[in-house]
């Protein structure tokens, strides 16, 4: 995203992105984002957040979801991983994860999202895919068309040059019975003088 400024309300950035404050604020939260405030208390985006918003935003019109896209900012060390909460008994504690279950999941995150990518990538081959079929489809239909249409040209072009030949046969012919009778006429008449 092109930062015009060094700092955005909330207003502006959203509008900007085209997304709602609301969702501004559901990614701040989601996120773990500490947006600075002013002395009024209302949010201003640096363009460092400015940009985290943008890349967020970016990646939800790409179908990812919250869990994918937090998993990506924070490989990317965009975003700090919040400390994780371990439910014993119905108590909150800020226990570490142990580090095998930490791989775990990390596989499971990967396998999810190469999964996703795998179906996205399908969906948009299949697509791909279809639109060329009715391109070459359409392509064959123009060909056809214009093939037809120059059958036909080529077709009234032979009927008229036949049509000029046996005119012109039947004239040749015409003429020549005409001096075909004279000619027997002349030696009939030549004949009776002899």
């Known amino acids: 995203m092109e930062i015009l400024k060094d700092r955005y309300t909330i ?3 959203s509008e900007r992105l085209g997304i709602t404050d609301h969702a501004l604020r559901y990614y701040e939260k989601e996120f773990n984002l500490n947006i600075p405030k002013d002395s009024r208390g209302r ?44 439910t014993n008994n119905g108590f909150n504690s800020l226990t570490p994860v142990r580090s095998e279950e930490a791989i775990l999941e990390i596989k499971n995150f990967f396998n999810e ?24 489809n359409k392509t064959k239909l123009e060909l056809g068309a214009c ?6 040209k080529i077709e009234s072009k032979l009927d008229k040059h036949f049509e000029n030949i046996d005119r012109s ?11 075909f009778f004279s000619r027997l006429s002349r030696a009939i008449s030549r004949r009776k003088t002899i």
């Open 11 to 13: 207003t502006e950035l």
């Open 43 to 86: 949010r201003y985006y640096t363009p460092e957040y400015a940009n985290i918003m943008f890349k967020i935003k970016t990646m939800r019109d790409d179908g990812l979801e919250i869990k994918a896209i937090r998993k990506i900012l924070e490989s990317e060390n965009i975003i700090s991983e919040p400390p994780p909460v371990v």
């Open 113 to 136: 999202f190469g999964e996703q990518l795998t179906r996205n990538f399908s969906t948009e081959l299949n697509s791909a895919k279809d639109q060329i079929k009715n391109e070459i």
């Open 147 to 152: 093939m037809d249409n120059n059958l036909r």
């Open 169 to 179: 046969i039947g004239m040749w012919r015409e003429k020549n019975k005409r001096s």
